[in-house]
């Protein structure tokens, strides 16, 4: 059974570097084929993908936000992270992390949760 | 970067009825296509990859065709548990979601 659980601040001040951490169970990041992405939520508006690590740690970023961020995974405690710098109060959303597996899509996906950047 | 549009973005629709969501790629996507449906306040749910494939556990009323830039997401007999938004969203070397289109109630 595959889980994945976000966790971090649920409160950030402006110009502050946002740091999630994805808790995974059920998979390897380590099997071939296998990847964790990130993705977000303004409230009421659409989703916004941001970043893929794949097993081999290849990684992808959404092209408008590839300055400010940064993925990375320990596979030994399966845990992956994203470091999203100089956040803005137009970062606030609900950050989900997700599964990618064989069928290359985004098939299980975490609770979500809600950042909201604010002085 | 590729982008999505989908439409309507709004349908109003009726319990039983069939509903056709068009989405569509700036650029060719072959078949790198998936829809998602979201409802309020939860995670989205995969729906289909690969534009036409059904994910394990989903309805069979749900269908998804199309290739290249031009695909369609069917309902053939809308529930009452289907009204909700769904998302497209194109899978090549990056990802992108399409703005979403709600399906509420007529």
């Known amino acids: 059974q595959i889980t994945l659980k976000e966790s971090g601040p649920a409160l950030v001040k402006p110009t502050q570097t946002l740091t999630l951490t994805c808790t995974f169970s059920?998979?390897?990041?380590?099997?071939?084929?296998?990847?964790v992405e990130w993705i977000r939520q303004p409230p009421g508006k659409a989703l916004e993908w941001l970043a893929l690590i794949y097993w081999d740690d290849d990684k992808r970023y959404s092209l408008s936000l590839k300055s400010r961020l940064t993925i990375t995974k320990d596979t030994s405690v399966s845990q992956v992270v994203l470091r999203m710098t100089n956040m803005d109060p137009v970062d606030t959303a609900t950050y989900y992390c997700?599964?990618?597996?064989?069928?290359?899509?985004?098939?299980?996906w975490g609770q979500g949760t809600l950042v909201t950047v604010s002085s | 970067d590729i982008q999505m549009t989908q439409s309507p973005s709004t349908l109003s629709a009726s319990v039983g009825d069939r509903v056709t969501i068009t989405c569509r790629a700036s650029q060719s996507i072959s078949s790198w296509l998936a829809w998602y449906q979201q409802k309020p306040g939860k995670a989205p749910n995969l729906l289909i990859y690969?534009?036409?494939s059904l994910q394990s556990g989903v309805p069979s009323r749900f269908s998804g065709s199309g290739s290249g830039t031009e695909f369609t997401l069917t309902i053939s007999s809308l529930q009452p548990d289907d009204f909700a938004t769904y998302y497209c969203?194109?899978?090549?070397?990056?990802?992108?979601f399409g703005q979403g289109t709600k399906v509420e109630i007529k």
């Open positions: 059920g998979f390897s990041l380590s099997t071939s084929g296998v990847g």
């Open positions: 690969k534009a036409s």
């Open positions: 997700a599964h990618k597996g064989a069928r290359g899509v985004a098939d299980y």
């Open positions: 969203q194109q899978y090549t070397t990056y990802r992108t």
